[in-house]
């Protein structure tokens, strides 16, 4: 199967509702798998009800705030809605940024890779043995879990819920390839990047940790938007890069093409209120780099050229600073551009 057979996409909507019809209306098209965000919703909660409101389409986290719950309620919540969907469930986790753990969730953030890695261990570990009754001991840095006298009663739906994680430099990936089942992209990394970062970094921690290429599903991501007003296009996916050119976290990111002094522009100009000049800083030449902006068979010919290094595609419309109806416009492009149905 080709990855442009399996395009992942996020749940969007207002409403409850809302984000249920849209996914009932992905899972029509085809699309592979819907996944929760999480900052003004729970990502758990999200996946719980779209498990209950769809038949067919896969249901994922993506991505919990894996610092902010224990393993074990990361365990019991995944086989949770695992059950609930029928096996459909897959587990996105990932570390989050270190003010928002730390002040939002008064949670430890320490360093985000090994972190997340006993995490994961852990989380599985837990999944894994929850039927059997035996001990469960798990003893890290981060991480330090002793069940005893707990078995859970509940048949589970499979012999595992995989587990994901979204990583876009180079340790995040090695720690995917180390132990993740699949590794999700981040929406501003073009194909160089993650020709020349991601899949040498994720092939390390397979190699190192003896597993195979085919242990991990690569999903990259594209931000899409489609339009034949390419221009209009253009401005909405220059808000998006500027919003993330305000994290210094990307600046090797930026950096790699030539444009770390835009990126450096629109951050003094968010750290200054200057609100209008956060996008302005942003030229279309780097909107061209960074996302598949305009007509169809533009972003189209961008997206397979993506393919041809995935397993899956997650495909995002721009999701910052425009319209509710511009986002939802886009989100629907993509289900009837790129859905296999």
């Not at 989380?123 to 069940?147: C, F, H, N």
């Not at 956060?278 to 007509?295: H, K, L, R, S």
Request: with cysteine; net charge negative; hydrophobic share 45%.
């Amino acid at each position: 199967m080709s990855a442009l057979e399996r395009v992942q996409i996020a749940a969007i909507g207002d409403s409850a509702d809302e984000f249920a019809q849209h996914a009932q209306a992905a899972e029509a098209a085809g699309i592979d798998c819907v996944w929760t965000p999480e900052l003004f919703r729970s990502s758990v909660t999200q996946a719980t009800w779209l498990a209950a409101k769809t038949e067919k389409v896969g249901v994922a986290t993506g991505i919990a705030w894996a610092f902010t719950r224990s393993a074990f309620i990361l365990a019991v919540s995944a086989l949770d809605i695992d059950e609930m969907s029928g096996g459909r469930f897959r587990l996105g986790l990932g570390a989050g940024v270190k003010r928002l753990n730390e002040t939002w969730h008064n949670a430890d953030y320490g360093k985000p890779a090994p972190h997340l890695r006993e995490t994961i261990e852990a989380t599985r570990l837990i999944m894994q043995q929850a039927s059997s009754g035996e001990p469960i001991r798990y003893e890290g840095e981060y991480v330090d879990i002793d069940i005893k006298g707990w078995i859970r009663p509940h048949k589970p739906a499979r012999e595992s819920v995989p587990i994901y994680t979204a990583a876009m430099q180079e340790g995040m990936c090695r720690m995917a390839g180390d132990v993740a089942d699949g590794l999700i992209g981040h929406p501003m990394c073009p194909l160089s990047w993650v020709e020349q970062v991601m899949i040498p970094s994720f092939e390390t921690g397979l190699a190192r940790s003896r597993r195979e290429r085919s242990d991990l599903d690569f999903l990259p991501t594209v931000c899409c938007a489609i339009d034949d007003d390419e221009k209009r296009a253009i401005d909405a996916a220059r808000r998006t890069i500027a919003f993330y050119a305000t994290v210094r976290t990307y600046r090797p990111l930026w950096g790699m093409h030539g444009f770390a002094d835009a990126a450096e522009a629109a951050g003094d100009a968010f750290r200054k209120g200057d609100l209008a000049g956060v996008p302005a800083a942003i030229p279309d030449e780097m909107v061209e780099v960074y996302t598949a902006a305009g007509p169809l068979d533009k972003v189209r010919a961008r997206v397979e050229a993506m393919a041809e290094v995935g397993d899956g595609l997650w495909l995002t419309p721009p999701t910052y600073f425009i319209p509710p109806e511009q986002l939802l416009e886009y989100q629907s492009k993509i289900v009837e551009a790129f859905g296999t149905a």
